[in-house]
């Protein structure tokens, strides 16, 4: 009796303990959109491989096994994406990873044009999470940046 209390007690602190440490006190990766380019498509969906960097402010590597995303460009969403890819990102290191995107064509050519009216410049917004860090939990991250079409 004592032992299945003693077994409780311990798999009770020790989620509180994760649950208290969320991340562990990782600082969150910096994802930045490297390239954009055209994937096979069909009239009513437009399929993009993008290119995403992934920089470790840590000290300690991350390992995770995939990443999910959303994507705005000028403030509208354009697209969700998600990676099944194993990532690893050395300490204080940084790495590439390539993923697919699915969006409208009329969402698409409404931010084409105005990149082509402008100055040739998107402005993104990337959210999403590092899924199963470090095979414990996810580690969020968000960031904004330019990104000039070619």
Same mark, same amino acid.
């Given at each position: 009796?004592?032992?299945?209390?003693?077994?409780?007690?311990?798999?009770?602190?020790?989620?509180?303990?994760?649950?208290?440490? #969320?991340?562990?006190?990782?600082?969150?990766?910096q994802?930045?959109?490297?390239?954009?380019r055209? $994937?096979a +498509?069909t009239l009513?969906e437009?399929?993009?491989?993008?290119t995403?960097?992934?920089q470790? =402010?840590?000290s300690?590597p991350l390992?995770?096994?995939?990443? +999910?995303f959303?994507?705005?460009?000028? !403030?509208?969403?354009? $697209?969700? #994406?998600?990676?099944?890819?194993?990532?690893?990102?050395?300490?204080?290191?940084?790495?590439?990873?390539?993923?697919?995107?699915?969006?409208?064509?009329?969402?698409?050519?409404?931010?084409l !044009?105005?990149?082509?009216? #402008?100055?040739?410049?998107?402005?993104?917004?990337l959210? !999403?999470?590092?899924e199963?860090?470090?095979?414990i939990?996810?580690? =969020?991250?968000? +960031?904004?940046?330019?990104?000039?079409?070619p």
């Amino acid at each position: 009796m004592k032992r299945h209390g003693l077994a409780g007690l311990l798999t009770l602190l020790l989620c509180l303990w994760l649950t208290g440490c #969320g991340t562990f006190g990782l600082k969150k990766p910096q994802v930045s959109l490297v390239d954009i380019r055209p $994937a096979a +498509s069909t009239l009513l969906e437009q399929n993009f491989d993008l290119t995403l960097r992934l920089q470790n =402010p840590n000290s300690v590597p991350l390992h995770a096994s995939g990443l +999910s995303f959303d994507l705005s460009v000028a !403030g509208q969403h354009m $697209a969700s #994406g998600v990676s099944n890819q194993a990532i690893n990102v050395a300490a204080l290191g940084e790495s590439e990873i390539k993923v697919r995107v699915h969006t409208s064509l009329g969402s698409w050519l409404k931010q084409l !044009g105005k990149a082509l009216q #402008g100055d040739g410049k998107l402005e993104y917004q990337l959210q !999403g999470r590092l899924e199963d860090l470090q095979g414990i939990a996810s580690l =969020p991250f968000s +960031s904004k940046g330019e990104w000039k079409l070619p």
